[in-house]
């Protein structure tokens, strides 16, 4: 029997595609939240479309990563007939999510501003590239933001010029702040009866997740600059050579460097007046990490983990995504679970990352096949 989530009772419209609010939806779903995915008649969400790499059963794995638990209806909201659908889908909703340029839902009748005259508890999220103003008109996508926004500036070296991360972070993290807001929001008109807009948007979000580095140009005007592994403020905290692969080490503080130089068997270090602070640790940084290679050299990254790990010291080798995977079995995290999929088989999810003690996060449903109406079920 799965237990009620958290957010049992509450129906979400959700407008979106692509990856910033639909991560949004899925993780409002996983705590119990039903979601109804409006999708356009010609192909649908984007990412169904983007592959390789599909699943055994042809379906895009970018589409199944932020779909789960969700249904899907197609509707073309430029008709007049599938718009009235889409008013009255959300005149069941307590939710609306939507990521489409801004002025997009109003020219449909369906923006905030018409649908909050006729349901003024409804909360309603949207998902912008740069806001509602002067960026209204930019397109918002994850490279462009962290191009624009100074993401790609701080990360890579001055070797490699700047870099984009691995991964779509801002749409992520910007989706994050979506469900945030939506809670907070539903929060208060638990309180009041009043519903709200929700606004969120890829450039504000960064800034806000850049934390250290955007406070560093805010205070002192300052304008950072990539260092690759290294760390602006702290030392050592990068990424260190040892007789095999990479090991990153985050000794942040005085009591974990002596913790560190005892564990390489180098605790004269320690007492060395050139690395006797954070600060004069990092004005010394490359003797520092020349000194700890040389020691680190005498085994491999595995070893050095269990050393230093045991000692206390945070680091860990340079993994990749199976090795990845393989830790978090291994440390009892459950990072994949299997959900039934339409087509009779199981198709393979991440695990939620919020566990809650008496709501737990579920996994109902693989996400939603695309179905246009009259062309099958």
């Not at 609306?96 to 923006?111: A, H, K, P, Q």
């Not at 003024?120 to 740069?130: A, D, I, M, W």
């Amino acid at each position: 029997m799965i237990t009620p989530g958290a957010l049992e009772g509450v129906r979400v419209a959700d407008f979106s595609r692509v990856l910033a609010a639909p991560y949004a939806t899925m993780l409002m779903a996983d705590l119990g939240a039903e979601v109804i995915k409006v999708e356009r008649p010609d192909g649908g969400d984007e990412t169904r479309a983007w592959g390789p790499p599909w699943s055994d059963e042809g379906e895009s794995t970018y589409f199944l990563s932020v779909n789960r638990n969700k249904t899907s209806r197609v509707l073309d909201l430029r008709d007049e007939a599938d718009r009235q659908v889409a008013l009255d889908l959300v005149a069941g909703c307590d939710v609306v999510v939507e990521n489409f340029r801004s002025g997009t839902m109003d020219r449909l009748g369906l923006g905030y501003d018409e649908l909050s005259a006729r349901h003024p508890g409804l909360v309603y999220c949207s998902v912008t590239g740069f806001g509602s103003g002067a960026g209204a008109d930019l397109p918002g996508y994850d490279l462009v933001a962290q191009a624009v926004g100074g993401l790609m500036s701080v990360t890579g070296s001055t070797e490699s010029g700047p870099m984009k991360s691995g991964v779509a972070l801002v749409d992520v993290i910007t989706g994050l702040h979506a469900a945030i807001g939506v809670l907070a929001a539903l929060r208060h008109r638990d309180r009041t009866g009043e519903g709200q807009r929700v606004e969120v948007n890829l450039l504000s979000s960064l800034l806000s997740a850049l934390s250290n580095q955007s406070s560093t140009h805010a205070v002192t005007g300052a304008v950072p600059g990539p260092m690759g592994n290294l760390h602006p403020s702290i030392a050592p905290y990068e990424v260190l050579a040892t007789a095999d692969r990479p090991l990153a080490i985050a000794a942040a503080n005085d009591k974990l460097f002596r913790l560190l130089a005892q564990g390489v068997d180098r605790p004269e270090l320690a007492d060395d007046p050139r690395f006797g602070s954070n600060a004069d640790r990092v004005a010394h940084r490359s003797v520092l990490a020349a000194e700890l290679e040389d020691a680190l050299a005498e085994h491999g990254a595995d070893h050095w983990f269990d050393v230093l790990s045991a000692k206390g010291v945070p680091c860990g080798p340079i993994n990749d995504l199976g090795q990845a995977f393989e830790l978090a079995r291994r440390l009892g995290l459950e990072p994949v679970h299997e959900i039934p999929s339409a087509a009779g088989g199981s198709v393979a999810t991440i695990a939620h990352p919020i566990t809650l003690a008496r709501t737990p996060a579920t996994y109902r449903t693989a996400p939603p096949p695309f179905v246009v109406p009259g062309e099958g079920a």
